[in-house]
């Protein structure tokens, strides 16, 4: 739906880590935080 | 067309099989929701075309939900149209309304009320009257779909942004029986300005039409702004329909994949 | 209305609101249209929508300014400076339609000689808006074939609101804007039949259908028509000038009929004592409204739901309204509770119906004649409607044929509001509505669902002022005018400029109203509600 009104899906993402396994949170954290930096800022922002 | 369904109403009423017939009358150069009880009172039943075929549509479901929910023990009918009769499997799903309590008069629409619609199935399963005609290809989804990603952006944006809050899109859908309501929770949706959370607010919306909406187009006649809502929830339902081979209303006894637990069907 | 009536012959909306999806340019100014009048707006987003420009001119950035083509700010009160400022580009670069002016006008030259004296520089000075912007606007306006002002209270409740009106209807006499489907001056009217309660002469100068009290024909009829030697002819009190009354003790009782001066009239602080000072204050009303509270005798009328009757709109439209559920209570029809009283003081009334009323007025006005509960059914008829078989007029002036003959120009200068701001009070204060709320609240606030949206007041405040004033979103505020003080919550953003606040109305415990100024227009009285100087302080 992000997708059809005009906003580009690797914006949002939906991971499972349990509470336990921090490791894996940061890990995931730190690859999107990468992936929203390559992407650049929201269309949404200039509103 | 309109003879042949006031016969069935008609039929209905004098054996006593149901207690009344929800449907529309036309009254003071008007079309509004009625409930007939009595034969005589059939002079004035309408299918809701004033100038053009089904240009006065009404939620007759949420309408029957009301009285439902006075009289569980009664049986009503109701008038419905392809559109109606989704709607009416939809809310059998959601223990909304009893099939045991509801006998539907069915009626087909003509062929240009559902290319007006890009109606998937613009007849019910058991027509009282109107020949069925075909299924229509979804343009006007295609369309902004053949857009550039931001050209779709700003098309929604500028529409979104003609919002008034009216909630007119959720009061009017018979698919909208929520006692609390995710557009009214703060945490969710700020209030108190215009134009609303954008794009949350319709987003909003549109999730929680995923498995619901039957695709009757009414929200986008309500909507004071123009905002061409149906297009965005005809989106949600192909979504639905593409992961998970569902789409809201078409088959009687079917589950939404949404509502169910454990893995996901092999539909 | 005033001001169209003055300049065109007739007031009301000239034309009708779907022809504004006709128009290929829009000019709002002084309307918080997508807010306060969305059924309009919706014409308007169908004409942009179809390729039509939108050009809005409002001190407050409201939704619809979001989708001009061109939007101005200008200060409040100087909307004339800006109007003048349009005019003066357009005599300069002779986009004038001159055919227009000399064919169906009067008075051109003494309002050129205005616009002559006047310099875009002085505009753009006093308006705030830049001469680039003024020549733009200007543009836009008169290069369009079909071309629409819509105006609303920001422009009329000002001491010089009768001026703005007919400055706006000289811009559109001056480019030939009028008498076609699709331009015209129409101003949005606030409520669902404030243009009935003026249609039935509830002004003090005027029978139904504007028929002059001080005219001797119209009186005579109206005598006969009610079975009297003679009517008064002496013009009756305004609003501002009844609270006068009560002051020098002419005005002894009032009876208020679904108003509510205590928290809609300027200097509340003022009208509660005013009212307080009356021997006796009857309020008729649907509900205990905080000037039903102050009343000796309140009377329990009935609202839309439990009535028969016509609501005449914006747009000259004359429906029916239909009795959905019985009256509520002890309350009673508005026309029966009038008719007893009446009787009680010796005037016999015998109506059955609305309906027999309804027949009464079409006898006795000429542009309801043509009328009757049966031809209303369906979407109703749009005065002037003179006779039975009259399909009614959906715009008015045709082909440059004003009401009242030839379209008047009016030379008018710039004047300064009434109130300007000083060191002690150095904020220019407006104010509006919001989507939630209708008028003083007395419906809207007791609906949970509206309430929830949007509980309280607030005031909007500039970043810059709010930063200068050291005070946070959401935090209190105290106001205070020459007039009164309040405290309220703060909402910081952009849609007011520095140096400008707004703030609704519709709240009784944070009544604006306190601080408004009653200082109000010569001819048409209504008050300046648009613009007040007041000072801020943290709370």
């Not at chain 3, 290929?24 to 009048?37: E, K, L, P, Q, V």
Request: hydrophobic share 35%; with cysteine.
């Amino acid at each position: 739906m992000l997708d059809f009104c005009g906003i580009e899906k690797e914006r949002m993402r939906a991971r499972w880590v349990s509470s336990a396994e921090a490791p894996e949170f940061v890990e995931e954290i730190n690859q999107f935080i990468n992936v929203l930096k390559k992407l650049g800022p929201s269309p949404l922002s200039m509103n | 067309m309109i003879d042949t369904i006031k016969q069935k109403i008609s039929g209905l009423l004098s054996d006593a099989s149901v207690k009344g017939v929800v449907a529309l009358k036309t009254a003071n150069g008007h079309v509004t929701p009625c409930v007939f009880q009595k034969e005589d009172d059939l002079d004035m039943l309408s299918l809701g075309d004033m100038q053009a075929s089904g240009d006065t549509r009404y939620p007759l479901n949420k309408v029957l939900i009301t009285i439902a929910r006075q009289y569980p023990d009664d049986v009503f009918g109701v008038l419905v149209r392809g559109c109606d009769e989704r709607g009416l499997y939809t809310l059998y799903r959601l223990n909304q309304l009893d099939p045991d309590k509801v006998v539907p008069i069915g009626f087909c629409c003509p062929e240009e009320l559902a290319k007006a619609c890009e109606c998937k199935k613009p007849y019910p399963d058991d027509p009282v009257a109107g020949e069925k005609t075909k299924e229509i290809f979804q343009n006007r989804m295609e369309e902004i779909e053949g857009m550039d990603i931001s050209k779709r952006f700003s098309f929604w944006m500028d529409q979104f942004s003609k919002c008034i809050k009216c909630y007119g899109c959720r009061n009017i859908c018979s698919m909208c029986f929520c006692r609390e309501c995710s557009l009214e929770c703060e945490d969710l949706v700020s209030k108190g300005s215009l134009p609303v959370d954008i794009p949350v607010f319709h987003l909003t919306r549109a999730m929680h039409m995923a498995d619901r909406c039957i695709d009757c187009g009414l929200c986008e006649e309500a909507c004071p702004s123009d905002i061409p809502l149906r297009v965005l929830y005809k989106k949600t339902s192909r979504i639905m329909n593409a992961e998970f081979g569902f789409t809201s209303g078409i088959e009687k006894q079917e589950k939404s994949p949404l509502s169910m637990l454990g893995p996901a069907p092999d539909n | 209305m005033a001001g169209l009536a003055a300049s065109f012959g007739s007031g009301a909306m000239t034309n009708a609101i779907c022809e504004l999806e006709q128009s290929d340019t829009i000019f709002i100014i002084g309307s918080n249209t997508a807010t306060s009048h969305p059924l309009v707006a919706t014409r308007i987003f169908r004409a942009i929508e179809k390729g039509a420009k939108l050009i809005v001119a409002d001190p407050r950035k409201n939704q619809i300014a979001n989708f001009a083509h061109l939007y101005v700010r200008h200060k409040p009160g100087t909307d004339v400076a800006l109007l003048n400022g349009m005019m003066k580009v357009i005599l300069n670069k002779g986009i004038s339609d001159d055919k227009f002016i000399a064919e169906n006008t009067e008075d051109f030259e003494a309002f050129k000689q205005v616009i002559d004296k006047f310099t875009l520089e002085e505009a753009s000075n006093i308006s705030g808006v830049s001469e680039e912007d003024i020549k733009n606007l200007a543009k836009v306006y008169a290069s369009a074939d079909n071309a629409s002002i819509v105006y609303c209270m920001g422009i009329t409740q000002h001491t010089n609101g009768v001026n703005n009106v007919k400055t706006l209807a000289n811009l559109s006499m001056l480019t030939g804007n009028i008498g076609k489907p699709g331009t015209g001056v129409n101003p949005l009217r606030g409520q669902n039949n404030v243009q009935g309660a003026c249609d039935m002469g509830g002004l003090p100068n005027v029978y139904t259908g504007y028929q002059s009290v001080t005219l001797g024909d119209a009186n005579k009829k109206f005598a006969k028509a009610w079975g009297v030697e003679t009517l008064p002819t002496k013009i009756g009190l305004t609003l501002p000038e009844m609270f006068s009354g009560i002051e020098n003790d002419e005005v002894k009782a009032i009876w208020v009929m679904g108003e509510n001066p205590v928290v809609s009239d300027p200097d509340a602080n003022h009208v509660k004592k005013a009212l307080e000072k009356l021997e006796l204050l009857i309020v008729q009303d649907i509900f205990l409204t905080p000037t039903a509270r102050l009343a000796d005798v309140v009377l329990p009328g009935v609202s839309f739901a439990e009535k028969d009757g016509t609501f005449s709109n914006t747009e000259r439209r004359v429906t029916r309204v239909r009795k959905a559920i019985d009256p509520v209570g002890e309350s009673r029809q508005d026309w029966a509770i009038i008719q007893d009283v009446s009787n009680a003081f010796g005037y016999e009334m015998n109506y059955e119906s609305p309906e027999e009323i309804f027949d009464e007025i079409a006898d006795i006005t000429p542009s309801y004649a043509g009328i009757s509960y049966e031809r209303l059914e369906g979407p109703g008829l749009q005065w002037p409607c003179p006779s039975k078989g009259h399909p009614g007029t959906p715009f008015l002036h045709k082909d440059g044929k004003f009401t009242r003959g030839k379209g008047l120009f009016h030379a008018i200068d710039y004047r300064p509001p009434a109130e300007k701001t000083d060191n002690e009070y150095p904020y220019l204060m407006t104010t509006g509505r919001v989507y939630a709320h209708y008028h003083t609240g007395t419906m809207t606030r007791n609906s949970e669902s509206l309430d929830f949206e949007i509980p309280e007041g607030f005031l909007e405040l500039n970043p810059a002022d709010a930063q200068e004033l050291g005070i946070s979103d959401g935090h209190k505020i105290k106001m205070a005018s020459r007039r009164g003080e309040i405290k309220t919550k703060v909402m910081i953003t952009d849609r007011v400029e520095k140096g400008v606040v707004f703030m609704p109305f519709h709240f009784e415990e944070t009544n604006v109203n306190k601080l408004t100024n009653p200082a109000y227009d010569p001819i048409a009285r209504i008050p300046e509600f648009k613009v007040c100087a007041v000072k801020l302080e943290k709370a």
